[in-house]
């Protein structure tokens, strides 16, 4: 079919947007039609997203899609991972989903050790042990509104229950499902043992696979939207597994960055890898599309620059991300680092302090401007990358020869350059849309204009061209900084 038009719902931490992509053949082309904030909400002590606000941006650009006159043929959603809403017997939502990063999961994973431990949920699931892990919500759900809990009939994740919204269909998908350590890793389906272990309700039905078609908009959506209607595909609806089919590898074994707020880095695999030195590493075997294994390990990605940023604005200084980028370069390299997944940066508040107090209990220069912080950041995240590589390679017995960046991380072209630097293999970083991307392949292959993952990757090869970053600093200096780095990340503050 030629101009075979789908819409992409991309949501995001911190932002959302719909993006039109047409497929002639043998080029993808993509157009945002909207785009929009996610701003989440604290009421009552408590951090949720406001999901109905979502909901009614999602329905805009829907209703551009029709008034554009473009012939959509289908949509499919996805979002970050982990979070839910309950629904009950009567279909209504049961209040505002909570935020992964509330913190009423602090401490959880020791608290339920005596229930089942951590080395039997992830000989079971497979997933990193995370605060925000959808088990340990759940857990907290019980502990802190049981009577909430007891009315849900079921629980769908943020694009399934978006989706429901939309068509008045109740599925989970698979990739989005995987993400919460309820699954059990090697059977894809639901891990029913988990549930009696804690004691908590199994509210997860209907599982399908990326690609089911959920049917059309409802009625009532159709109607409010002008008539506009057409199908409803579960895409990879974990917002990374759908980067990952967009990762423009022309072979079947590469390690990829998806980068973004967070930075997911792992490979493809065909089954699950979950043996005890991949606990010990803390390494997720997430759901991926088409039979594969997302075989990552969770990384804090750009967050604390954003989160920085934040503050400055706070401050009366409104720079932008080229400015912090610009002063960054300006700075003396390799003078201090920081643990970017050390507990003390997983929350929203003043980072540049945070960082400078970690710098000072680890005996460190301490950052004094602004250029001096995002430094730290930048490079701290950038070895974080190499320590990661290097886990990568010792669990599956292989090096790795590249590093696929994808995601709007790659516009940091500072950040990409330092990832060849500090893991001394080329970057290959493209393309910014991955996400939306592989929304989209997954779409075409529903429809069946594409044959599988490697067929979307030609596709991505084809349409969008990537930028190749070479390590070419001096190798002692960042050998020694490495070294650095790691002793840092084993200090005990």
């Known amino acids: 079919m030629k101009d075979l038009k789908m819409l992409a719902i991309d949501l995001g931490a911190s932002s959302g947007r719909g993006i039109v992509g047409s497929y002639n053949g043998s080029k993808l082309t993509l157009r945002e039609n909207h785009r929009f904030s996610n701003d989440p909400v604290t009421v009552s002590g408590h951090f949720r997203w406001d999901i109905l606000r979502i909901f009614h941006e999602i329905k805009q650009s829907i209703r551009e899609a029709g008034l554009s006159g473009e012939k959509i043929v289908g949509m499919g959603i996805d979002t970050w991972g982990v979070d839910y809403g309950y629904i009950d017997k009567y279909g209504q939502l049961l209040g505002n989903p909570m935020h992964y990063r509330d913190t009423r ?18 000989d079971i699931t497979g997933i990193q042990t995370l605060n925000f892990n959808t088990v340990y919500q759940l857990v907290a759900d019980q502990r802190d509104n049981p009577e909430l809990q007891a009315a849900a009939k079921q629980m769908l994740f943020i694009p399934d229950l978006l989706n429901y919204f939309l ?7 698979y990739t989005i499902a995987s993400t919460g350590a309820l699954l059990n890793a090697a059977t894809r389906k639901v891990a029913p043992e988990i549930f009696q272990k804690l004691g908590l309700p199994q509210l997860i039905d209907n599982l399908v696979e990326p690609g089911n078609c959920l049917g059309t908009l409802s009625r009532e959506v159709s109607e409010e939207l002008g008539g506009v209607n057409f199908k409803v595909f579960n895409v ?45 590493l803390n390494f997720s075997n997430e759901g991926g599309a088409m039979g594969t294994i997302r075989f990552l390990k969770n990384i804090m990605g750009l967050w604390t620059v954003q989160e920085s940023r934040r503050q400055w604005k706070r401050e009366g200084k409104d720079f932008s991300f080229a400015d912090l980028q610009n002063f960054a370069e300006a700075e003396k390299p390799l003078v201090s680092f920081i643990n970017p997944d050390h507990p003390m940066f997983a929350t929203p508040g003043n980072m540049p302090e945070r960082i400078r107090r970690f710098c000072e209990l680890t005996g460190q220069h301490v950052p004094e401007n602004e250029g001096q ?7 701290s995240l950038a070895l974080r990358y190499r320590y990661t590589m290097d886990g990568i390679s010792a669990l599956r017995g292989k090096p790795v020869k590249a590093i696929h960046i994808v995601g709007g991380g790659t516009k940091d072209t500072f950040l990409c350059q330092l990832a060849a630097h500090a893991c ?17 392949c997954m779409q075409y292959i529903a429809a069946g204009e594409l044959k599988d993952l490697s067929e ?7 349409s969008f061209d990537p930028v190749v970053y070479e390590p070419t600093a001096d190798r002692a200096e960042w050998e020694d900084a490495y070294a650095r780095f790691c002793k840092i990340c084993d200090a005990q503050i």
């Not at 999961?105 to 992830?122: M, R």
């Not at 068509?167 to 998908?173: H, I, L, M, P, R």
């Open 424 to 440: 001394n293999v080329p970057v290959i970083a493209g393309p910014v849309e991955a996400t939306a991307i592989g929304n989209l």
């Open 456 to 462: 979307a990757r030609a596709l991505v090869r084809d």
């Open 105 to 122: 999961t602090d401490g959880l994973p020791a608290a339920i050790e005596d229930k089942i431990s951590a080395k039997e949920l992830y």
């Open 167 to 173: 068509t008045g269909v109740k599925a989970t998908e």
């Open 236 to 280: 990879a609806s974990h917002d990374t597994a759908s980067a990952v089919i967009a990762v423009p590898a022309a072979q079947d074994d590469f390690i990829y960055i998806s980068s973004g707020t967070w930075s997911l880095m792992g490979a493809e695999l065909n089954a699950p890898l979950n043996n005890e030195q991949c606990r010990a």
């Open 373 to 379: 912080i995002v430094r730290v950041i930048m490079e």
